[in-house]
């Protein structure tokens, strides 16, 4: 009856210990899904800065372009040579900020496509997460009950045992 208890106890032990490196687990791999989350993050932040400085390259491009149109027309005074360096440096200005705010609005679409996988990202990690906590509790419980009616059939034994002795003596 002794050994059985013992036996009982060593089961409670291992399972115990089972249960914590089942959590240890769990708590590693979401740390781990933390520091991919903090990756995405960090390529985001590029992408906002990114996206800073192509709307500054615009700003200083639009500035450039209103200083040439305004250093043309004061030359062009009717040179017909003039008018056409206008023209060139307008369709060349208006080119390279077409350009840049494609890309402004591509870094933009980037961000929130990275945006919405972060969040979908962290949505699954939680659900994962607390479905692993779920599991264990009950696993745990379930074996935390079969221990307790192993140690009540045990206890009536060794009760039974102890009675039958003592009718005897």
């Known amino acids: 009856d002794k050994e059985e208890m013992d ?18 687990r769990t708590k590693i791999e979401h740390e781990e899904a933390q520091a991919a989350n903090e990756n995405a993050k960090l390529s985001q932040e590029q992408l906002i800065q990114e996206k800073k400085e192509l709307k500054a390259a615009i700003q200083a491009l639009t500035k450039e372009s209103e200083e040439t149109k305004a250093q043309l027309e004061l030359t062009k005074a009717g040179n017909s040579v003039a008018e056409a360096e206008v023209k060139m440096v307008k369709e060349e ?15 933009e ?34 074996e935390v009950e079969m ?14 045992s102890l009675k039958k002795e003592a009718e005897e003596a």
Request: hydrophobic share 40%.
């Open 7 to 24: 036996a009982a106890r060593a089961r409670v032990a291992k399972e115990s210990e089972d249960a914590k490196a089942d959590l240890e």
């Open 93 to 107: 200005l208006s080119k390279t900020i077409a350009v840049h705010e494609a890309r402004l609005q591509e870094a």
């Open 109 to 142: 679409a980037k961000d929130a496509k990275i945006q919405a996988e972060h969040h979908d990202f962290r949505l699954k990690l939680e659900e994962e997460y607390s479905t692993k906590m779920a599991q264990m509790e009950e696993k745990v419980a379930a």
């Open 147 to 160: 221990i307790r009616e192993e140690l009540s059939k045990t206890k009536a034994a060794h009760e039974a």
